[in-house]
């Protein structure tokens, strides 16, 4: 079965520090691949993507996202982290059995927590 | 500002009662979905549509029907709500080429 998997509920880091905010999936095929952001009471917004090309992908806030096929992880990084930073992070795959689809697989969230 | 816009932005409703939660987008974007998010469940998918006339049952359709009125609009509807269905709800749109969403703001219901 497809699936993604956030294996981390919250994760804290102090401001300034590097973070990352883990996520490995299971498809079928090549893997397409989003990292979400969500502040409180929002909707969620866009921050990067992986379709084919280089593994590391940058994307908006000065996030990056390493693809690593070997391991099946995309994790989701920052060399420096700020307190604005902190919300509900979700990793999601395309869902390659869709049926001419390409809905999302979402993972369950993880909260990023960044302190002064 | 282009985008995805959803109605009504809060809503309680009591047990029974019936309501339709309206999504628009500006994007000429076909495909189109649903989601709900509850606390420690993530994002759960009710149902979707590939384009005008066709919808398609997601991971948690019971208690819902759909209506995807014309390329735009793709409307929710809750025929008798239980408190169950309290929950924020999401809707997406999807471009062709580059298969990431865009979302609204969600509606909160609250069923009482």
């Known amino acids: 079965a497809q699936s993604v998997a956030q294996p981390e509920d919250q994760v804290n880091v102090a401001e300034g520090n590097p973070l990352t905010v883990k996520c490995t999936y299971s498809?079928?095929?090549?893997?397409?691949l989003f990292w979400y952001v969500q502040y409180p009471n929002r909707g969620l917004q866009f921050l990067l993507k992986?379709?084919?090309?280089?593994?590391l992908v940058k994307g908006s806030y000065g996030f990056e996202a390493e693809f690593n096929k070997s391991q099946t992880s995309f994790h989701l990084k920052k060399p420096s982290a700020l307190v604005s930073d902190s919300a509900l992070y979700f990793c999601?795959?395309?869902?390659?059995?869709?049926?001419?689809?390409?809905?999302?697989?979402f993972g369950a969230g993880t909260r990023l927590a960044v302190h002064p | 500002n282009a985008g995805v816009t959803q109605t009504p932005k809060f809503q309680v409703l009591k047990t029974g009662q019936s309501m339709t939660l309206q999504c628009a987008q500006d994007?000429?974007?076909?495909?189109m979905y649903w989601y709900r998010q509850d606390p420690g469940m993530g994002l759960r998918l009710i149902y979707y549509?590939?384009?005008?006339?066709?919808?398609d049952k997601g991971e948690v359709p019971n208690g819902y029907n759909v209506s995807r009125l014309n390329k735009r609009e793709f409307s929710l509807r809750l025929e008798s709500a239980a408190p169950s269905q309290t929950s924020v709800y999401f809707c997406?749109?999807?471009?062709?080429?580059?298969?990431?969403?865009?979302f609204g703001s969600g509606t909160r219901l609250t069923v009482v």
């Open positions: 999601a795959v395309r869902d390659s059995f869709s049926g001419g689809y390409n809905k999302l697989i």
């Open positions: 498809v079928s095929g090549n893997p397409y």
């Open positions: 992986y379709i084919t090309g280089d593994n």
């Open positions: 994007m000429n974007h076909n495909s």
């Open positions: 549509s590939a384009s005008e006339g066709t919808t």
């Open positions: 997406a749109s999807q471009g062709d080429r580059d298969y990431g969403y865009t």
